[in-house]
């Protein structure tokens, strides 16, 4: 069984950086893609970057590319999120999930994080 913890949100000012966690467990994660979704009050979840568990390759968001920063630790099966230059808009429940690279939609999901970014 799959399972997927998140750590490190919290409260930031505009401005500053955070860096989240995810802890993956249950299996090896060779062939598979993780990535970290969001979803702030009132609006649809948000795809904000991914990495493909072998290799390496990553795939950022629109609105956090340049400023997020996706990575994995493959000995200890660890996917973090550095995010810099945080906005007020990139408060939202931070999510990190799981899906085999072949198959489209993310199977495995963790609690969430929640990340608030004060102006």
């Known amino acids: 069984q799959v399972q997927l913890l998140e750590s490190g949100g919290g409260l930031v000012q505009a401005g500053g950086s955070l860096r989240l966690s995810c802890a993956a467990s249950?299996?090896?994660?060779?062939?598979?893609?993780m990535a970290w979704f969001r979803q702030a009050p009132g609006k649809e979840r948000e795809f904000v970057a991914s990495?493909?568990?072998?290799?390496?390759?990553?795939y950022y968001g629109p609105s956090v590319k340049g400023r997020f920063t996706i990575s994995r630790d493959t000995a200890k099966n660890t996917v973090f999120l550095q995010m810099n230059s945080l906005k007020p808009e990139d408060t939202a429940v931070y999510y990190c999930?799981?899906?085999?690279?072949?198959?489209?939609?993310?199977?495995?999901w963790g609690q969430g994080t929640q990340v608030t970014v004060s102006s």
């Open positions: 249950g299996r090896t994660f060779s062939g598979y893609t």
């Open positions: 990495i493909i568990w072998s290799g390496g390759a990553t």
């Open positions: 999930a799981a899906r085999y690279t072949t198959v489209a939609a993310y199977g495995y």
